[in-house]
């Protein structure tokens, strides 16, 4: 596993050797991690700075944004 997916684990169960573990909380913390992710690799800050984008950009922005919810939704996160 590497280092970020042990982090979560470990929010989940102190040892990620054990097997009868909450999956479902470590599952929808995974899938939040990857919504979170989505939205900050292409997000602008403020409205104001998405007017200022260039078309690309704010395509760019919006599908971020839209690939974050469609996460959030599939697996139940917020």
């Not at 982090?7 to 929808?28: C, G, M, Y």
């Not at 992710?37 to 944004?65: F, I, K, N, V």
């Not at 996460?71 to 996160?77: A, E, L, P, T, Y």
Request: negative net charge; glycine residues 4%; aromatic residues 6%.
């Amino acid at each position: 596993m590497n280092e970020r997916i042990l982090e979560l684990a470990r929010q989940v169960w102190p040892d990620p050797n054990i097997s009868h573990v909450n999956h479902t909380k470590f599952a929808r913390l995974i899938a939040k991690e990857c919504a979170v992710l989505a939205m900050t690799e292409h997000h602008s800050t403020s409205p104001a700075e998405y007017d200022e984008m260039e078309p690309y950009e704010q395509g760019c922005d919006d599908t971020a944004s839209a690939i974050s919810g469609k996460i959030r939704r599939i697996f139940g996160v917020e």
